[in-house]
């Protein structure tokens, strides 16, 4: 592997240039990871924007049309069903908590605590299978974006479409102007089929500029970048609870990124893939410039296209490869299939127990605070195992014990609230550790030529995972055992999968279907060791 620290009079081969990390890679991972900060933020802020606020019903006779308390002293029952109306006895002219009959009708009008969210502008009290069904819409964009984001990366490339991903974030101000929920729920969708792609774009990018040394810190760094942007909006949407100026706060710097954009760069890894060979040699020598690697300038402008290629195991006959391609691969299906339960799962059970955290008791600001913190050092644990052990046992251990622990805690008795509370907090840093390695996995598991495509289909599940937590709450009514039981079985099931992967820690990374199939079934971590993993082909051939 190259260094940074290579001696000047030992010039860097052009093939190791790829494996340094220095200035270059982190002025690109700060541009990258700016933008993805605030679109972290717009995919989250339904938890706020359409989170429910007190409310009663409205009694004309003993209001006007200006009247806002939200418990007058004339209320009969504070403990009355917001959706009820308690009845007023007829001839009263002056209204009294004594005024009422004691029985209840159907309330059709109410008089708001706040107007802080969308449930208080657009009226939908007693409705709360509209308020749910927002952030679940906003993941159905999500995940369409995931698939075509993931096309797009690979026929235009990871920076148009990263830089149309987060641009388009500003369709969101339009949500401001809704008069109706049919009209919010649509901007809704819009904007997350839009802004979905920005994860998978800037992540790819991410990856290909780092050595494979640095995979992990990639995928690290883009987390704390998402971490702290969901953080960061707990802390504006305390300060500005009102929705319509949180959704201009979040949404309004997509359309200033336009500027940092001229200064992110393509992966020229994937300009190689492409054929884009000059454009690769031009961002090859800025890196080595910025990097302050020594390599042969001249060698570099002068070699031709396929001695390039071929420096990198790149043979032009083998790049023009697609995803119907992928699908005839054994090895890419059953990787494909492991990778998107994966990140199906860790999206299930992190925003499953992100979502149910604001209905915990205390301030729901504080308590989403809190539990997004709890992300931070599930990466630093992610960090150490992955670099010091592998991708592949810290993953599938993290699934099986967060597994465990949810199903633990779906069985304790509700009296033990400190014990059931210790458990959802350590299963939160376990399947935040298992979050960004799993994406890091992902991308280490497919080959360069249909990354994009691939990653678009396990970002796809990911978002099918996304989709589905939000309803969870729901589940409550029936038992509350049920949530965290569907939790743990996920988990449990997912790392169980992955004995059918390999480990990817020290490999590089692959550019072509075939040299996948070339390095089927064996992982060399060093030179005297050999890991064999299994296969489907293993199992069949054993049956």
Same mark, same amino acid.
């Given at each position: 592997?190259?260094?940074?620290?290579?001696?000047?009079?030992?010039?860097?081969?052009?093939?190791?240039?790829?494996?340094?990390?220095?200035?270059?890679?982190?002025?690109?991972?700060?541009?990258?990871?700016?933008? +993805?900060?605030?679109?972290?933020?717009?995919?989250?802020?339904?938890?706020?924007?359409?989170?429910?606020?007190?409310?009663?019903?409205?009694?004309?006779?003993?209001?006007?049309?200006?009247?806002?308390?939200? /418990?007058?002293?004339?209320?009969?029952?504070?403990?009355?069903?917001?959706?009820?109306?308690?009845?007023?006895?007829?001839?009263?002219?002056?209204?009294?908590?004594?005024? /009422?009959?004691?029985?209840?009708?159907?309330?059709?009008?109410?008089?708001?605590?706040?107007?802080?969210?969308?449930?208080?502008?657009?009226?939908?009290?007693?409705?709360?299978?509209?308020?749910?069904?927002?952030?679940?819409?906003?993941?159905?964009?999500?995940?369409?974006?995931?698939?075509?984001?993931?096309?797009?990366?690979?026929?235009?490339?990871?920076?148009?479409?990263?830089?149309?991903?987060?641009?388009?974030?500003?369709?969101?101000?339009?949500?401001?102007?809704?008069?109706?929920?049919?009209?919010?729920?649509?901007?809704?969708?819009?904007?997350?089929?839009?802004?979905?792609?920005?994860?998978? +774009?800037?992540?790819?990018?991410?990856?290909?500029?780092?050595?494979?040394?640095?995979?992990?810190?990639?995928?690290?760094?883009? +987390?704390?970048?998402?971490?702290?942007?969901?953080?960061?909006?707990?802390?504006?949407?305390?300060?500005?609870?009102?929705?319509?100026?949180?959704?201009?706060?979040?949404?309004?710097?997509?359309?200033?990124?336009?500027?940092?954009?001229?200064?992110?760069?393509?992966?020229?890894?994937?300009?190689?893939?492409?054929?884009?060979?000059?454009? @690769?040699?031009?961002?090859?020598?800025?890196?080595?410039?910025?990097?302050?690697?020594?390599?042969?300038?001249?060698?570099?402008?002068?070699?031709?296209?396929?001695?390039?290629?071929?420096?990198?195991?790149?043979?032009?006959?083998?790049?023009?490869?697609?995803?119907?391609?992928?699908?005839?691969?054994?090895?890419?299906?059953?990787?494909?299939?492991?990778?998107?339960?994966?990140?199906?799962?860790?999206?299930?059970?992190?925003?499953?127990?992100?979502?149910?955290?604001?209905?915990?008791?205390?301030?729901?600001?504080?308590?989403?605070?809190?539990?997004?913190?709890?992300?931070?050092?599930?990466?630093?644990?992610?960090?150490?195992?992955?670099?010091?052990?592998?991708?592949?046992?810290?993953?599938?251990?993290?699934?099986?014990?967060?597994?465990?622990?949810?199903?633990?805690?779906?069985?304790?008795?509700?009296?033990?609230?400190?014990?059931?509370?210790?458990?959802?907090?350590?299963?939160?840093?376990?399947?935040?550790?298992?979050?960004?390695? #799993?994406?890091?996995?992902?991308?280490?598991?497919?080959?360069?030529?249909?990354?994009?495509?691939?990653?678009?289909? @396990?970002?796809? #599940?990911?978002?099918?995972?996304?989709?589905? +937590?939000?309803?969870?709450?729901?589940?409550?009514?029936?038992?509350?055992?049920?949530?965290?039981?569907?939790?743990?079985?996920?988990?449990?099931?997912?790392?169980?999968?992955?004995?059918?992967?390999?480990?990817?820690?020290?490999?590089?990374?692959?550019?072509?279907?075939?040299?996948?199939?070339?390095?089927?079934?064996?992982?060399?971590?060093?030179?005297?060791?050999?890991?064999?993993?299994?296969?489907?082909?293993?199992?069949?051939?054993?049956?």
């Amino acid at each position: 592997m190259a260094s940074n620290t290579r001696d000047k009079k030992d010039p860097c081969d052009i093939s190791d240039l790829m494996e340094t990390f220095g200035k270059y890679q982190i002025i690109q991972y700060f541009l990258i990871c700016l933008p +993805a900060l605030f679109v972290s933020m717009i995919s989250i802020n339904y938890v706020f924007t359409v989170g429910d606020v007190d409310y009663r019903c409205r009694i004309d006779e003993c209001e006007d049309a200006n009247s806002t308390s939200h /418990f007058p002293s004339w209320w009969p029952d504070t403990s009355i069903d917001r959706c009820s109306k308690p009845v007023l006895k007829k001839g009263e002219e002056i209204c009294t908590n004594t005024s /009422f009959t004691g029985n209840l009708t159907t309330c059709d009008r109410w008089i708001y605590e706040s107007n802080n969210t969308v449930v208080a502008e657009l009226n939908l009290a007693c409705q709360p299978w509209q308020s749910n069904l927002v952030g679940t819409i906003h993941n159905m964009g999500m995940m369409l974006s995931m698939i075509v984001s993931g096309w797009m990366c690979d026929k235009f490339g990871r920076k148009p479409t990263l830089l149309f991903c987060v641009i388009g974030g500003a369709i969101g101000h339009i949500k401001t102007f809704s008069t109706s929920y049919i009209m919010y729920v649509i901007i809704e969708f819009f904007e997350a089929s839009i802004t979905g792609g920005t994860y998978a +774009a800037a992540m790819v990018i991410l990856l290909e500029i780092a050595g494979k040394k640095y995979r992990v810190l990639s995928g690290v760094i883009f +987390a704390y970048a998402i971490y702290f942007g969901e953080s960061l909006f707990a802390c504006i949407a305390m300060l500005v609870p009102y929705w319509k100026t949180l959704i201009r706060i979040v949404n309004t710097p997509c359309v200033l990124f336009t500027v940092v954009f001229l200064f992110i760069n393509e992966s020229p890894r994937w300009q190689l893939v492409s054929g884009r060979l000059t454009q @690769a040699k031009r961002i090859m020598k800025k890196i080595a410039r910025d990097n302050k690697i020594n390599i042969n300038f001249e060698e570099l402008a002068n070699i031709s296209d396929d001695e390039l290629k071929e420096k990198f195991d790149i043979k032009s006959n083998e790049v023009k490869e697609s995803f119907i391609n992928a699908m005839k691969s054994k090895e890419i299906t059953v990787r494909l299939l492991v990778s998107s339960m994966g990140r199906f799962t860790t999206n299930f059970v992190y925003y499953g127990m992100m979502i149910n955290s604001v209905w915990l008791p205390g301030d729901k600001y504080v308590n989403f605070l809190l539990s997004t913190l709890m992300s931070f050092p599930g990466e630093l644990i992610s960090l150490y195992l992955m670099n010091k052990i592998g991708r592949k046992m810290p993953l599938l251990i993290g699934y099986v014990i967060c597994g465990i622990l949810c199903i633990i805690s779906a069985v304790i008795p509700a009296q033990y609230l400190w014990a059931k509370l210790t458990l959802f907090l350590l299963g939160k840093v376990i399947i935040s550790a298992c979050f960004t390695g #799993a994406i890091t996995y992902a991308m280490e598991l497919f080959p360069t030529s249909v990354r994009g495509s691939l990653l678009g289909i @396990a970002s796809f #599940a990911a978002q099918l995972g996304g989709m589905v +937590a939000p309803l969870t709450p729901i589940l409550n009514t029936i038992s509350e055992v049920l949530p965290f039981t569907l939790f743990g079985i996920s988990s449990i099931l997912t790392g169980l999968l992955l004995f059918l992967t390999p480990e990817t820690k020290d490999l590089p990374l692959f550019d072509t279907i075939k040299q996948v199939e070339n390095n089927r079934g064996k992982v060399t971590i060093d030179k005297d060791v050999t890991i064999t993993h299994y296969s489907l082909e293993n199992f069949s051939t054993n049956s």
